[in-house]
């Protein structure tokens, strides 16, 4: 089975453009957090087309993109400020701050839009944010997304990014919403990464892009030595599901990866044995889980935080775990990486 994401995509790329700067300090509470603004119904943007320029190109395809790539804008760009639409609320400590026809640089046809947007932090660590706007057009129906990385904000404080959508196909005549459709945050310093400076710890952590068959979720995590010193791993990592909200969810057991799946090629499966990593070798280890749904209620847990081994600095992922009514996450053993990615 190849290893790539499990069920939901975690991030859908983070390769917005992003313009970072502090704008003080916000209290829990304040507008930044609870303000909607409201505007007066749908958005036209045919006006960033000069007069007599053909206006956005050809028609639009037969089945349109729901997802248009994100893309950066090269400097001294030029934006139309246009209203922000009705209906544009705050989520999770980001508000959409205003919304912007971008035209092509041989004309207007066809536009792209951006938005800026805050994102304040209430909490008491500093944190890492991945982003997800959704721009909804009248004439394509579904939201473009872009899914915009801010790589930390301090406790207390705001700071503001910009996330831009690709070219849009067809005619985008009228924005229609601009809204905040999902929110994760990481502690920076359990942020999973798999390259920059060593950790303090002298070993970085990162995922696959996982992968879903049947039902059944897999999701691969590799420990890299990046230190000076020989790593010891011994059985398998130890793991606690989070919630939304960063608390643990009760009821989920975690358990050998072969309870969940075994004669699947998921590699969660095997007997535990001591591995070693020299510095520059990778480990790695297997989460599966199924989404069967039966009697209860279902769990849908964004958040899984590891420890290599007992006492280890954790590393927090986040697999978008739907766990059904199951209960259960299976992880394998670590074993040693020859070269899998």
């Known amino acids: 089975m190849r290893r790539g994401r499990g069920a939901v995509p975690v991030a859908l790329g983070a390769a917005a453009v992003l313009a970072l700067a502090g704008c003080g ?11 909607t603004d409201a505007g007066h119904g749908p958005v036209g943007t045919d006006t960033l087309c000069p007069s007599g320029t053909p206006r956005y190109g050809a028609p639009p395809t037969e089945a349109p993109p729901t997802e248009a790539p994100s893309a950066t804008l090269p400097p001294h760009t030029s934006r139309t400020p246009l209203p922000l639409p009705a209906g544009t609320p705050a989520r999770d ?3 959409v701050t205003g ?3 971008v035209p092509r640089s041989d004309g207007c046809a066809p536009a792209r839009l951006s938005a800026d947007f805050t994102v304040t ?4 660590t500093a944190m890492r944010y991945a982003i997800t706007l959704g721009f909804r057009t009248e004439s394509q129906g579904a939201a473009h997304t872009v899914t915009q990385t801010v790589p930390s904000v301090e406790p207390g404080r705001t700071v503001r990014g910009t996330a831009v959508t690709g070219e849009l196909p067809g005619p985008a005549a009228t924005v229609t919403d601009v809204s905040v459709l999902k929110v994760r945050s990481v502690p920076v310093d359990e942020a999973p990464s798999a390259g920059g400076a060593c950790p303090a710890s002298g070993v970085r952590a990162y995922t696959d892009q996982g992968d879903a068959a049947m039902g059944l979720r897999v999701l691969s995590l590799y420990l890299e030595n990046c230190g000076t010193r020989a790593y010891r791993l011994d059985g398998r990592p130890e793991l606690r599901v989070l919630d939304a909200g960063h608390a643990p969810v009760p009821g989920v057991e975690v358990v050998p990866g072969d309870r969940i799946a075994t004669g699947t090629g998921t590699g969660a499966d095997g007997t535990s044995r001591p591995v070693t990593l020299q510095p ?3 480990a790695y280890t297997v989460l599966v889980w199924r989404n ?3 009697a209860g209620d279902p769990v849908d847990a964004p958040y899984v935080r590891v420890r290599p081994r007992p006492g280890a600095r954790p590393v ?12 259960k996450l299976g992880v394998g053993p670590w074993k040693r990486d020859s070269g899998r990615r």
Do not use: I
């Not at 300090?25 to 303000?35: E, F, I, K």
């Not at 932090?121 to 008491?124: D, E, V």
């Not at 992922?317 to 209960?327: A, H, I, K, R």
């Open 25 to 35: 300090t916000q209290r829990p509470g304040s507008r930044a957090d609870t303000d």
């Open 93 to 95: 400590g980001v508000r």
């Open 99 to 101: 919304l912007y026809g």
């Open 121 to 124: 932090n209430h909490g008491k």
């Open 280 to 282: 520059g070798e990778r």
């Open 292 to 294: 069967t749904t039966e």
């Open 316 to 327: 927090t992922l986040t697999p978008e775990l739907d766990l059904g009514t199951t209960g």
